[in-house]
């Protein structure tokens, strides 16, 4: 999801399903127009100690963030297909 120009979004909630048996690691950013996902704008980190998402397991995070235009979020599975997102904002 990338904020529309002259825009800013307020993120409300991220929904993330693992529909895979096997636990997924999920990483999350939310990054600055121009910028890349770093540590810095991490919002989850998906590690084997923290918090990997089960399979199986639906994972709810409420939120109430703004972004300004052309501001991104960035999610990435450690690998296979198995978790879907769902980014629930309004923009403004």
Known sequence: MTVTAAKTAIVKEIVLCNTG????????????????????N?????????????GG??????????????????AKQDVGTDVSIRISYVEI
């Open 21 to 40: 048996a096997t636990s997924r690691l999920i990483d999350i950013h939310f990054v600055p127009s121009g910028g890349s996902g770093t540590a810095t």
């Open 57 to 74: 397991v639906t994972e709810r995070i409420p939120l109430n963030t703004y972004l300004a235009a052309g501001d991104f979020v960035r």
């Open 42 to 54: 991490q919002i989850r980190k998906g590690d084997t100690t923290n918090s990997p998402l089960l």
